[in-house]
């Protein structure tokens, strides 16, 4: 399995997405340029210009042909992914972090940062079809969290919204009333901050990724913990195989120790666990720095990282990995 190493971010990454059909990559990282590739050979297709801050976060319509990014630079921007020209732009007075599109792509839900004072904030935003027609105010805002909230997802059918950040706690939101419905024991849930979630293909669980250098699977309606992934390392990232029943955990020492350690080994690694057994069944190495991002692609055949080295590596698995028996 050799890697494909793209090449075209200048400062470290910060999220990866597919498309629903899997034949396009986004990127996001700090260097303020989203950016799309081909996602059989790597190749870079375009790039989307327009942001003045670190890229957070991006999210691809059903369709592919809207993309929406959350930025530093407070702002959250809609695109035409075909033309990649500004479709939108919703501000805020904070940093914006997270972005998802719901299912049918007329809603999003955007999760702004603590700042000056503010706290954080989940803003649900109607998407309109028709970009002349878009609107900026937000149909609900919902505040409560401490810290800042490092990712929010539509749950089932739209009717809840499923954050998850610093605090260590998970909520889950009524999307009408923006009432708090469940809220993850803290017991069982994570020590430290939360800093990826990212949901089943069938949309009936997800999974949690913690500085606490665990990753948990949880029911998405009952919010009850399933299995339990602990590693070694500060979790940065968590992905599932749409295809098998494997977890993928990236993440790396913390940014202030990664400097006392040899650089050239290239040693961190997205590590596999069996889903249901909670058993690593394996790793692949190959970034100078922590994993920050991690996405499958929905065929379930390839998967891409990438790292704060500024690389995105795609990896097209071999037919032994489809072998794999524990």
């Known amino acids: 399995m ?66 929406i990014t959350g930025s530093a630079d407070q702002t959250a921007m809609l695109w035409d992914v075909q033309t990649g020209t500004q479709l939108h732009t919703f501000t805020f007075d904070s940093p914006a972090r ?64 499923i954050s998850a950040g610093e605090d260590a706690v998970i909520r889950i939101w009524d999307a009408e009333t923006g009432k708090v419905l469940k809220e993850s024991d803290k017991e069982i849930g994570h020590k430290k901050g939360i800093t990826s979630l990212q949901k089943s293909v069938d949309g009936s669980h997800f999974i949690t990724g913690s500085l606490d250098k665990s990753a948990k699977l949880w029911d998405i309606r009952s919010l009850t913990l399933i299995k339990n992934y602990t590693t070694e390392r500060p979790v940065n990232a968590v992905t599932m195989s ?12 913390d940014a202030s120790a990664v400097t ?17 057994l909670t058993e690593e069944i394996g790793g692949v190495k190959g970034h100078f720095g922590p994993i920050n991002a991690l996405a499958f692609n929905p065929d379930g055949k390839s998967f891409a990282s990438g790292g704060e080295d500024g690389y995105v590596r795609l990896h097209h698995f071999d037919q032994d990995y489809f072998n794999i028996r524990i």
Request: proline share 5%; aromatic share 8%.
């Open 242 to 253: 749409p295809l098998l029943n494997h977890v993928v955990l990236g993440g790396g020492q």
């Open 260 to 276: 006392t350690t040899d650089h050239r080994a290239g040693k961190f690694e997205a590590k596999f666990y069996d889903k249901i």
């Open 2 to 67: 050799r890697p494909i190493l793209m090449k075209g971010h200048e400062r470290p990454l910060t999220f990866l997405k597919y498309n629903r059909d899997g034949d396009l990559l986004f990127s996001c990282a700090k260097d303020h340029t989203p950016t799309v590739w081909f996602a059989d050979n790597g190749e870079r297709l375009g790039t989307y210009r327009g942001h003045n801050g670190a890229v957070w976060c991006c999210d691809v319509s059903r369709d592919s042909s809207r993309l």
């Open 98 to 161: 997270s972005v998802d599109f719901s299912v049918g792509d007329k809603l999003a839900v955007i999760t702004t940062d603590p700042f000056m004072g503010l706290t954080s904030a989940i803003h649900i935003k109607n998407i309109s079809k028709d970009p002349s027609e878009q609107m900026s105010e937000s149909v609900l805002v919902l505040k409560g969290p401490q810290g800042r909230i490092n990712r929010a997802v539509w749950g089932p059918l739209n009717k809840t919204i």
